[in-house]
C-alpha cells in the first residue's frame, strides 16, 4: 500500500509544474467567473482577496528569498493609499494622476525606509521596520488637516473608467495578475536567485562578491513597490483610508496571510489571504473572538505545518513540502547503490 | 511530543471557549433573573415580515469594551420589549468591526448584501464610521450613528442616510467651558490627548471659557494611547498656579493622568472638569475615591434623579452586574428611538429617506437622554448635565446632575457660519480671541459684556 502511495505520488511530482500551472489556471478560472456568477458580496470579497494577496506577496518576497519579516509593510500599502487621496482631496487631480503621486510617494517611503535596513538582519531588522511602520502611522494620525487624522480620508473616487463595483473588479484583477507575473518573472530572474543566495548565507555571497546590503536595499524597494501598488488599488476600493489600516495592527495581519499561507511558497500568500479573508464573514458571525480564532490557527500551522497552507497540502500530495518528491528507497535498491 | 499535546489541549480548550456562543452571534444574553415586566404585549401582526436591524460595533480590538456595553443596552431594551415594534417582529444580526476600518466595513457590506438588514446601528469608532456611513449611502440603507461626532464632519458633510443622535464632542465640552467662566472659576489648566477628539474636547471648553472671560494659564498635550510617564505633566502643573484643572484625555489616558494627579496629590487639591469621553461609570472604578467631586458635561447621567434612567440603570445593573456608561446609555436611547421611530412607521422601514425623514419629526420628552428633538437644520439636540461624580452609598462611584443644559448644536451660541469659517480645532487653534464682536453669535443675549 505504501509502495503504491509512494509510487503516485512520485508520479505526481514528476507532472508536480504542470500541476502547478493547472492550479493557476484554475484560480484564474474562478476570479474571472466571479463578476459572472458570484452575488454582490463574493464580489467584494474577491476583490478584496486580489488586493490582501498583492500585498502579502510582496512582504513574502521578502520573507520567502532573504528571510526577512517586516512588520512596517502596512506603512508602504498606507503611502500608496493616502498619495491617491492627498492628491485627489487637496490638489484636485483624476484618479490617474492621483495613482502616480501615490506610487512616486510610497516609492520615496520605500527608499528613505530601505537606507535604515539596508545593514540590518534577525530581529533588528523587524524593530526597525515597526518603528518605520509607527513613525508613519504618528504622522498620518496628527497630521489632521493633510490626513484627517482619526477621521481618516472619505471619497477618493476610482477611475471614471472602472467606477462600478464589476468594473473595478476587472481592473482589479487585470492589475494584480499583471504584479503577479512580475513577482514571477522576479522570482525566477537571477536577481531573484541572489536573493535567495544572500538569504542562504549572505557572507558567503559576500565572499564571492555581491553587496548584501545593495541587494537587500533592493529587495525591500521592490517589495515595497508592490505593496504600494496593494495600497492604491485598496484605497480605490474601499474609496477610503484611514490610521487604523496603516497601524501595525495591519502590518502584522499581512503577515500572517503570508505566513498561514506559506510564505515559502510563491502562491502561499495568495492562499492565506484567501482561506483567511474567506473564512472571516462566516466563522466571525458565530463567535465575537475572531482574533483567537485567527492566533490558534497560527499556533497550528507553525506547530505542525511549518510551511503553510501550501505546503502542508504538497506534503499530502507529494510527500514533501518543498514539492521535491520523498522517494523512498528499498533494501535492495540500496544495496544497488553500495554495490555501485 | 508531549509539550504538542498539551498546547493542542489547551488550544482545543480556546477554541471551545471562542465558539462559546448563543443564538444572539456570540453576545451575551442578559440574564434572565429579575428582569424588569416586559411592556404590554404587542399583537403580532402575522403577515409582517420582520425588520432586520444590523448592529456594527466593535466587539474586538481597542473599541471593544465600548462595544460590548453598547450591545448589551441594547439587547436589554429589545428584551424588555419583546423584540417587537408596531406589531412588527424585530430581528438583530452583529458585526464585528474590529476596531478597523477594511474590517468595519466589509462586515457592513456582508450585514446589507448577506443578511439583508432594514436599518444600520453603530458604529462606534469614528474612523469605521466615516467609510461605513459612505458604504450605506451607496446601498441605500438608514444608519444611525450614536458617539459625539467630531467637526471635521459637520465640515465636510455626511451622507444623507447617516442620522446621528448626539451633539459633538466640541458642544459638550463648550457647555463646561461657560459654565466654568460664569461660576467662579477664572484660571484653568488644561491637559488632553494630542489627537483629533482631545484637540476638539480641550478646543469647545477653552473657546468658550476664555470668551465668557476666563484665563487659560497652561495648555498640555500628552501622547494618544497613553504617556509612559506623566511626571512631566505634573511638574507643569506644579509651576502654574490655576483654580480648575481641565482633564480632556478620554478614556485609557484620562484613568493614566488621573493616577498620576492622585500619586503626586493634585487629584484632591484642585477642582478637576472633563467631559463625557474621559468620566464614565467603567473608569470611575479605577480612579477610585479622590474622584468624587470631579464634574464633566454629558447627555446622560447614571445618576440622574429620573425615572426613565434610574429603570434602565437597575435593569442594566441586575441584568450586567455594573452600572452603564454613556456608551450603554445611547444605545438604549438608540433603541428607544428607533422603536418609537418604526411605529410612528405604522410598523415598517419603507426607505431610508422616510425613516430618516420620520426621525426628524420624533420628539421625546423624557428619556436617559432627557428631552430630544431635532432642529430645522437637522441637528439633534437634547438635554446636557453638569455632573458631579458622588458615592452612591455604597461605595460605588456615579455621576450625578447638579445642572441641566439645553442643547445648542454643534456651533453652541455660535453663529454656525462664523464657526466654520474658523480653523478646525487643533493643538494649534484652541479657540482663544475668538469671537471678536456679538455678530459671531446667534443670539445677542450671549454675547459676553465685554464685546458689546
Not at chain 1, 205 to 231: D, E, K, P, Q
Not at chain 2, 224 to 250: C, F, H, K, N, W
Request: hydrophobic content about 45%; proline content about 4%.
Amino acid at each position: 500500500m505504501r509502495t503504491a502511495v509512494a509510487k503516485f505520488r512520485g508520479r505526481l511530482a514528476a507532472h508536480h509544474t504542470t500541476l502547478a500551472r493547472g492550479m493557476a489556471v484554475l484560480a484564474l478560472l474562478v476570479a474571472v467567473s466571479i463578476p459572472l456568477i458570484g452575488t454582490p458580496f463574493t464580489l467584494g470579497l474577491g476583490n478584496r482577496i486580489l488586493i490582501y494577496s498583492l500585498w502579502a506577496m510582496s512582504l513574502a518576497l521578502l520573507l520567502r528569498n532573504m528571510h526577512l519579516l517586516t512588520l512596517g509593510h502596512a506603512a508602504m500599502l498606507g503611502a500608496g493609499a493616502y498619495g491617491v487621496a492627498i492628491a485627489q482631496h487637496h490638489w484636485g487631480m483624476g484618479f490617474w494622476g492621483a495613482a502616480l503621486v501615490g506610487l512616486l510617494f510610497g516609492m520615496t517611503l520605500s527608499v528613505v525606509f530601505g537606507l535604515m535596513i539596508m545593514r540590518a538582519t534577525d530581529i533588528f531588522f523587524v524593530m526597525i521596520t515597526v518603528a518605520q511602520g509607527m513613525i508613519f502611522w504618528g504622522v498620518i494620525q496628527r497630521w489632521a488637516s493633510v490626513t484627517g487624522g482619526d477621521n481618516g480620508m472619505r471619497n477618493v473616487a476610482r477611475p471614471e473608467q472602472f467606477s462600478t463595483p464589476v468594473a473595478y473588479y476587472w481592473f482589479t484583477l487585470v492589475a494584480v495578475t499583471a504584479c503577479i507575473v512580475l513577482l514571477y518573472r522576479f522570482d525566477k530572474s537571477v536577481v531573484g536567485l541572489r536573493l535567495r543566495g544572500i538569504g542562504d548565507s549572505d557572507e558567503r555571497m559576500s565572499v564571492l562578491g555581491y553587496s548584501v546590503a545593495f541587494y537587500r536595499f533592493l529587495a525591500f524597494n521592490v517589495a515595497g513597490f508592490f505593496a504600494t501598488i496593494a495600497g492604491i488599488l485598496y484605497v480605490g476600493y474601499f474609496n477610503f483610508i484611514g490610521p487604523t489600516t496603516v497601524h501595525l495592527r495591519g502590518s502584522v495581519e499581512v503577515a500572517l496571510f503570508a505566513i498561514i499561507g506559506g510564505a515559502q511558497s510563491f502562491a502561499g500568500p495568495i492562499v492565506g489571504a484567501a482561506t483567511l479573508l474567506t473564512l472571516r464573514p462566516y466563522v466571525g458571525p458565530l463567535t465575537d473572538r475572531w482574533p483567537i480564532v485567527l492566533g490558534l490557527l497560527l499556533i497550528v500551522v507553525v506547530l505542525y505545518a511549518r510551511t503553510g497552507l501550501v505546503g502542508a497540502a504538497r506534503r499530502l500530495v507529494f510527500g514533501s513540502s518543498q514539492g521535491v518528491p520523498a522517494v523512498s528507497v528499498s533494501g535492495d535498491q540500496q544495496e544497488e547503490v553500495r554495490q555501485g | 511530543m508531549l509539550r504538542r499535546s498539551v498546547i493542542a489541549l489547551a488550544a482545543a480548550t480556546l477554541v471551545v471557549a471562542a465558539c462559546g456562543g448563543d443564538d444572539t452571534d456570540g453576545v451575551e444574553e442578559p440574564q434572565a433573573a429579575d428582569q424588569p415586566e416586559a411592556e404590554e404585549q404587542e399583537e403580532a401582526d402575522p403577515d409582517a415580515e420582520p425588520i432586520r436591524i444590523g448592529v456594527l460595533m466593535p466587539l474586538t480590538g481597542f473599541g471593544a469594551a465600548a462595544g460590548e456595553e453598547a450591545v448589551q443596552a441594547w439587547e436589554l431594551y429589545w428584551e424588555q420589549h419583546n423584540y417587537m415594534s408596531g406589531g412588527t417582529p424585530i430581528e438583530v444580526v452583529y458585526g464585528d468591526t474590529e476596531s478597523d476600518a477594511s474590517a468595519g466595513t466589509a462586515e457592513a457590506r456582508r450585514l446589507v448584501e448577506s443578511e439583508n438588514i432594514d436599518l444600520l446601528i453603530g458604529p462606534i469608532v469614528g474612523s469605521v464610521a466615516g467609510p461605513v456611513s459612505d458604504l450605506m449611502s451607496e446601498m441605500d440603507v438608514p444608519q444611525i450613528y450614536g458617539v459625539p461626532t467630531n467637526d471635521l464632519w459637520i465640515r465636510d458633510g455626511v451622507p444623507d442616510t447617516l442620522f446621528t443622535i448626539e451633539a459633538t464632542t466640541a458642544e459638550m465640552a463648550m457647555h463646561m467651558g461657560r459654565w466654568a467662566a460664569e461660576n467662579g472659576h477664572e484660571r484653568v489648566a488644561t491637559v488632553c490627548s494630542d489627537y483629533l477628539t482631545g484637540w476638539e474636547t480641550c478646543g469647545g471648553f477653552v473657546n468658550t471659557f476664555t470668551t465668557y472671560g476666563g484665563e487659560i494659564v497652561e495648555q498640555i498635550w500628552t501622547p494618544a494611547g497613553g504617556a509612559p510617564d506623566y511626571a512631566p505633566v505634573i511638574s507643569r502643573l506644579q509651576a502654574v498656579e490655576y483654580d480648575a484643572l481641565y482633564m480632556g484625555t478620554p478614556v485609557g489616558d484620562g484613568v493614566l493622568l488621573f493616577s498620576a494627579l492622585s500619586e503626586f496629590g493634585l487629584a484632591d487639591q484642585t477642582q478637576i472638569l472633563s467631559h463625557k469621553v474621559v468620566i464614565d461609570p467603567g473608569t470611575l472604578g479605577v480612579y477610585g475615591p479622590e474622584a468624587e467631586g470631579i464634574l464633566s458635561s454629558a447627555p446622560y447621567a447614571e445618576g440622574r434623579d429620573n425615572a426613565a434612567t434610574q429603570e434602565f440603570v437597575a435593569a442594566f445593573e441586575e441584568a450586567y452586574g455594573r452600572i452603564p456608561g454613556t456608551t450603554g446609555g445611547a444605545k438604549y436611547f438608540i433603541a428607544h428611538l428607533v422603536d418609537t421611530t418604526i411605529q410612528e412607521l405604522g410598523g415598517t422601514i419603507p426607505s431610508a429617506s422616510e425613516f430618516i425623514a420620520k426621525l426628524h419629526d420624533i420628539r421625546i420628552e423624557d428619556s436617559v437622554y432627557g428631552t430630544w428633538h431635532v432642529d430645522e437644520d437637522g441637528n439633534a439636540l437634547h438635554d446636557h448635565f453638569l455632573r458631579e461624580v458622588v458615592d452612591r452609598g455604597d461605595g460605588t462611584l456615579w455621576d450625578v446632575v447638579n445642572e441641566t443644559w439645553s442643547g445648542r448644536g454643534p456651533s453652541y451660541v455660535f453663529d454656525m457660519d462664523a464657526y466654520l469659517a474658523q480653523p478646525p480645532y487643533s493643538q494649534d487653534y484652541q479657540g482663544i480671541g475668538w469671537p471678536t464682536s456679538c455678530d459671531d453669535f446667534v443670539d445677542e443675549a450671549d454675547c459676553p459684556a465685554d464685546l458689546q
